[in-house]
């Protein structure tokens, strides 16, 4: 597995090895050993999975309480994902890294605590599948805008309205949300 450092500190892009023939595709989404010596996490709490549809948005979310590192990946279909600092210590506050994920490259995302995390279905169908490091705790969800203009994420809708939930649409700026210090 590949495991590369993005600009935004702490974010890692992993790359597994993908083994294709005839048959299809097969490759290693997870191993401990090698997760742990790139300073991933060793205990996960939940796997969790999202189906959704071209131009359906979620998030940009985060846990103020109990705050959650993701593993993220796409099973099938693609998507653009983001991660966005939300530590207002950090040197990099308020950016964001996007990446491409898709069952076909096979792409993953770490990122840890601190960050919000969002993405857009790019294909006709995506399935979404990840890894937490703590128990989703609905006192503690956050959510902030995933248009807010001081973080000026280029989505690529060429127009297109997102597909987007009343709960994301909602979010606070990043002006006025309860971040992470």
Excluded at 115 to 141: I, M, N, Q, R
Aim: no cysteine; net charge negative; charged share 20%.
């Amino acid at each position: 597995m590949k495991i590369e450092t993005t600009f935004l500190p702490g974010v890692l892009l992993l790359t597994p090895a993908i083994y294709r023939d005839e048959r299809g595709a097969f490759s290693e989404t997870f191993n401990l050993r090698q997760m742990v010596e790139a300073g991933l996490p060793a205990n996960w709490v939940q796997d969790n999975f999202s189906l959704s549809k071209k131009n359906v948005l979620r998030g940009i979310h985060y846990q103020i309480v109990q705050p959650q590192g993701k593993l993220v990946r796409v099973t099938h279909g693609a998507v653009l994902d983001v991660a966005v600092d939300l530590r207002r210590s950090s040197p990099a506050f308020g950016r964001h890294v996007a990446v491409e994920l898709s069952g076909e490259n096979g792409r993953m995302l770490w990122i840890p605590e601190g960050f919000g995390h969002a993405f857009l279905v790019l294909s006709d169908v995506a399935g979404f599948a990840y890894k937490v490091t703590d128990y989703y705790a609905p006192g503690g969800d956050r959510t902030i805008l995933w248009n807010d203009p001081d973080l000026a994420i280029p989505w690529p809708l060429a127009g297109t309205q997102p597909i987007v939930s009343d709960k994301d649409n909602k979010g606070a700026t990043l002006r006025d949300a309860e971040l992470f210090a």
